[in-house]
């Protein structure tokens, strides 16, 4: 069981920065692949970032690609989500997750395949 709790939302400024964290309970953080997610009123929760258990490899969606960096700290039990430039389309309630090792691409981007989900944190981005 692992239980995950998000930090860091809050208002932030178009074209600013903000961290997101998301803290692990357990010793088994570092077995998981972690994922970034967000859900925006009216619709369907999208992936945002991807990261392998020892954080060689990362993923991202074409959207935040360039602008955001997922990275962890397994000595931490910690995942980060630094949001560089954000646009208002980046407002929403941001999860992160825990998902299976090894995980295919193909269905890093899916929310069934990951088995922990932290309460959220509500971004908004203002103009």
């Known amino acids: 069981q692992v239980q995950l709790v998000e930090s860091g939302g809050g208002l932030v400024q178009a074209g600013g920065s903000l961290r997101l964290s998301c803290a692990a309970s357990?010793?088994?953080?570092?077995?998981?692949?972690m994922g970034w997610f967000r859900q925006a009123p009216g619709k369907e929760r999208e992936f945002v970032a991807a990261i392998s258990v020892s954080g060689g490899s990362t993923y991202y969606a074409d959207s935040v690609k360039g602008r955001f960096i997922i990275s962890r700290d397994n000595a931490k039990n910690t995942v980060y989500l630094q949001m560089n430039s954000p646009t208002l389309e980046d407002t929403a309630v941001y999860y992160c997750a825990a998902g299976p090792s090894p995980i295919a691409t193909k269905t890093m981007t899916t929310p069934s395949s990951y088995y922990y989900w932290g309460q959220g944190t509500q971004v908004t981005v203002s103009s």
């Open positions: 357990g010793r088994t953080f570092s077995r998981y692949t």
